[in-house]
């Protein structure tokens, strides 16, 4: 079965400082892996994604993530934080061959001025 | 600029009502997903579709909840009889996979219901 970790529930960080979410997953194929943002009251909107390829994957507004096979990890960067970024971050995980997305419980993010 | 669209943003309703949630998906994707967002069990898929049909409804209580699409533009979401239980938002998301099974989703900006 497959399955998503999150382990900080918030990051902190200070405007201009470069910051991390942590994700792990669990899948027992090849994964497919994603990150989502989630403003106050709207929906979630598709960061990055991991297929294959290059292990570090560039996506919106300045986001990266870098994926490592043996530690089962996945987690999202960014060098210079914004105010703007605070916002609920999800990981979430497919199987190449599955049909299912599995979504972590969400870090949120604050940045501070 | 296409998007997930779902009505209504808000439902507030009294234990027992029937609830309605709507969503159209965007134009071409084949594959909807509904899920269920609370502060206690964040994320939940309920039931997702592929071409209409239904692939995985295991995450809805059966017995209350009902998903459907009457068409390709089309998804719904039914409550009946609706708990104070049910109080969530609920997102409709759209993807389309490419022959590789390779696609993302894009969610809709969900209803937030409320139920007294």
């Known amino acids: 079965a497959q399955s998503v970790a999150q382990p900080e529930d918030q990051v902190n960080v200070a405007e201009g400082n470069p910051l991390t979410v942590k994700c792990t997953y669990s899948v027992s194929g090849n994964p497919y892996l994603f990150w989502y943002v989630q403003y106050p009251n709207r929906g979630l909107q598709f960061l990055l994604k991991?297929?294959?390829?290059?292990?570090l994957v560039k996506g919106s507004y300045g986001f990266e993530a870098e994926f490592n096979k043996s530690q089962t990890s996945f987690h999202l960067k960014k060098p210079s934080a914004l105010v703007s970024d605070s916002a609920l971050y999800f990981c979430?995980?497919?199987?190449?061959?599955?049909?299912?997305?599995?979504f972590g419980p969400g870090t949120r993010l604050s940045v501070l001025p | 600029d296409a998007r997930v669209t779902q009505t209504p943003r808000h439902k507030v309703t009294e234990m027992g009502q029937e609830v309605t949630m709507r969503c159209q998906p965007i134009l071409g994707h084949n594959t909807v997903f509904w899920y269920r967002q609370t502060m206690m069990q964040g994320l939940e898929l309920l039931a997702y579709f592929r071409n209409r049909a239904p692939l995985d409804d295991s995450g809805m209580p059966k017995d209350r909840f009902s998903a459907e699409m009457p068409d390709a533009t089309l998804a719904t979401l039914k409550i009946q009889p609706s708990e104070p239980r049910d109080s969530a938002v609920y997102f409709c998301?759209?993807?389309?996979?490419?022959?590789?099974?390779?696609?993302?989703?894009?969610f809709g900006p969900g209803t937030r219901l409320t139920v007294t």
């Open positions: 998301a759209s993807g389309h996979p490419t022959t590789s099974g390779n696609y993302e989703q894009y």
């Open positions: 991991y297929i294959t390829g290059d292990n």
């Open positions: 979430a995980v497919r199987e190449d061959y599955g049909q299912n997305f599995v």
